[in-house]
């Protein structure tokens, strides 16, 4: 018998005389059936490549998203990690912009055994800075298309934060007070001086994202309109975090002006214990000793914000893996397409030795194959997405993704891909051979 081409000439030789399908002389399959699937493969370059797609897009996103969730984990971590104290909001607030306190439960808390100092906050979205809007407007329930990446602008999102200096003055420790630049660059912090007067203490990255009229960020003793209204920076610090960032820090006062706040109420109150160790019962004891009110550490509200993220997770677990499955969908429809065609291919290797399992490891080992090339160009497509993101991502929102979740992906990608073929490959291996031959034939 002479060279077949059948199907894209996929055996090159039935005779039993140097065949890369059949290693051994009688017809029987050696170590060629890894080579005889990858030929087979690129014998229909356009289904391979449409099959690969179906699932290499789903691997990416799995990918992303993986490295998302892992950014956001690593940022709450670190922005909770350098806020000290009990924060003190209204019941079923979830965060201080939502809560509204009245001012005058403050002498209520401090009365309250194991606490040392109580400070009261005020907490609103600042009022457009130097004529642009610092929160991305919402209508009709979309933010309008200026905001291009509504996850990021929304962690930019500037806020004000009205303190209560001398209660402020009185706690050792003040997160933005305690990132001060060094030396000139970072002024200094409010002081009694700064009691109703309009001056400000902001981030570099404010500094930066809101620049002078010669381009350059805002330094100490230039001003910044807020609201249209001049305020004067006297000082500028950076707790690298991209959340605490975004805040704009002035007295209790002048924030209450600016935003039509009432003098009578407050978003929140920062408690610091007399001893740090005793947070969790200070709290607690906050929460019996008065109604209404939430007191939450930095570690309750990492619980909250973990739970956030896990049920975030999960959601985008269901909509990969409705795209994998989709995928997989394309592997078994590619596989049975090529099967079908070839049925007179795999009757003739049946009569000259291969057995049933030699089919079957055939046309598993082209899905499998396919599997492992679209997880290997989804790892790669988003490995480099990811490094060519990754300077473009500010403060610590640190979007990456390890070798564990790599290789994760790319083994759901090769057993998605086996689960497609599977089917298929368990027809052909079980026709006869002269039916195979026959129904090809047609």
Partial sequence: MGRNSESGGTITDL??????????????????????????????????????????????????????????????????????????LRQNAPVDLFSELPAAMGPAIA?????????????????????????????????????????????????IEGQDIPAHGRLRHEVYRDHLLHGDAGGRFLGEQDRGKSNVVISATIARE???PDGRPRAVGEALRI??????????????SLILDGT????????????????????CFLVEPAVPAAMPEVARSIRRAIRGVDARTMADFR????????????????????????????????????????????GILRTNGWTRGNVLALVLGESLGLGLASGILGCVLAAGAL????????????????????????????????????????????LAPMETIRIGSR
């Fill in 227 to 240: 609201g249209g209204e001049p305020f004067l920076i006297i000082g500028v610090y950076d707790t690298g």
């Fill in 248 to 267: 704009i820090i002035m007295d209790i006062a002048v924030a209450r002006r600016l935003s039509n706040t009432s003098a009578e109420t407050v978003s």
């Fill in 15 to 88: 005779a039993g005389e140097a065949r890369p399908a059949a290693g051994r002389r009688g017809g029987r399959p050696g170590t060629g059936i890894a080579g005889l699937a990858f030929r087979n493969l690129l014998s229909r370059p356009s289904r391979t490549l449409l099959a690969m797609v179906g699932l290499t897009v789903p691997i990416v996103g799995a990918i992303g998203m993986l490295g998302l969730s892992s950014g956001l984990r690593g940022l709450i971590d670190d922005t909770l990690g350098q806020v000290q104290g009990i924060i003190v």
């Fill in 387 to 430: 490094a060519v993101a990754r300077p473009s991502v500010e403060g610590s929102l640190r979007v990456e993704t390890s070798a564990a979740q790599l290789a994760s992906c790319l083994a759901l990608s090769v057993i998605l891909a086996g689960c497609g073929g599977a089917y298929p490959a368990w027809h052909a291996s079980r």
């Fill in 210 to 212: 809101y620049p002078g």
């Fill in 111 to 159: 009365a309250v055994p194991g606490v040392r100092a109580v400070a009261p906050q005020v907490w609103k979205l600042a009022p457009p800075i130097e004529g642009r809007r610092t929160a991305p407007r919402v209508r009709g329930g979309k933010a309008e298309k200026a905001w291009k990446n509504p996850l990021m602008d929304l962690l930019k999102a500037v806020v």
């Fill in 303 to 346: 619980i909250g914000i973990d739970r956030l993220l896990g049920k975030l997770d999960r959601l985008l677990l269901i909509l990969v893996g409705l795209a994998l499955a989709v995928g997989s969908a394309g592997v078994l429809n590619t596989m049975l397409m090529s099967t079908t065609e070839r049925l007179s291919e795999f």
